[in-house]
């Protein structure tokens, strides 16, 4: 492996990013959508499989504690934290409805669910973000280069350009940690 080659190629990743006025435009789209249903008392979901699933824990993470300063928790919740539910549901309805039962038990009109895929096509992400949509609930999408299945549900999108998955994961957790201070600045005014 070629570390300097490594760390140049998600360097790469961040600086196309930084120059996507599409991609700066969404992230900040889906910081005022959740903000938004903040104000409306709903809360933000997260879910994704393997390293997505630990971004989506983080997220959730930074919401209830706090980011950059110390404030009221805001709702979140992971759906890739709970092992007995995600078991009895693989068990008794198979993996690929992991998310999408939680989704309809515990997701409300007006909530937001933030679905990380790097293919896009991760099958319990899409069957989640498909239940999500016939609930009303506000759909973001991050994900890797390519159009994917995810996009046919998602009300918002972020295409991480890139097709590495490390690179993809890399830049997804830099959006959410940016997402996260764009809502706390938003919302509590620091």
């Known amino acids: ?21 599409g991609i700066l435009s969404t992230i900040n789209k889906i910081a005022d ?40 928790p805001l709702a979140a919740l992971s759906l890739s934290t709970n092992t ?35 293919s896009g096509n991760s099958k319990n992400i899409v ?3 498909q239940k999500a949509k016939e609930k009303g609930v506000i759909t973001v999408g991050l994900t890797g280069l390519n159009d994917c299945e995810m996009d046919k549900y998602c009300d918002y999108v972020i295409h991480v350009p890139s097709s ?9 957790i830099m959006i959410s940690h940016i997402i996260c201070a764009l809502i706390e600045e938003k919302i509590f005014k620091q």
């Open 164 to 172: 590495s998955t490390p690179t993809i994961q890399e830049s997804h």
């Open 1 to 21: 492996m070629d570390i300097k080659k490594y760390i140049q190629d998600s360097i790469d990743t961040k600086i196309k990013i930084l120059n996507d006025k």
């Open 84 to 118: 007995s539910i995600l078991t009895a549901v693989s068990n008794d309805y198979g993996y690929e409805q992991s998310f999408a039962r939680q989704i309809q038990a515990n997701a409300k009109e007006g909530d937001v669910f933030i679905g990380i895929s790097t």
């Open 127 to 129: 069957l989640a973000l």
């Open 33 to 72: 959508v959740i903000v938004e249903a903040y104000k409306n008392d709903k809360k933000v979901l997260t879910a994704g499989n393997g390293g997505s699933a630990g971004d989506a824990q983080h997220i959730a993470g930074e919401l209830v504690s706090k980011f950059f300063f110390d404030r009221k």
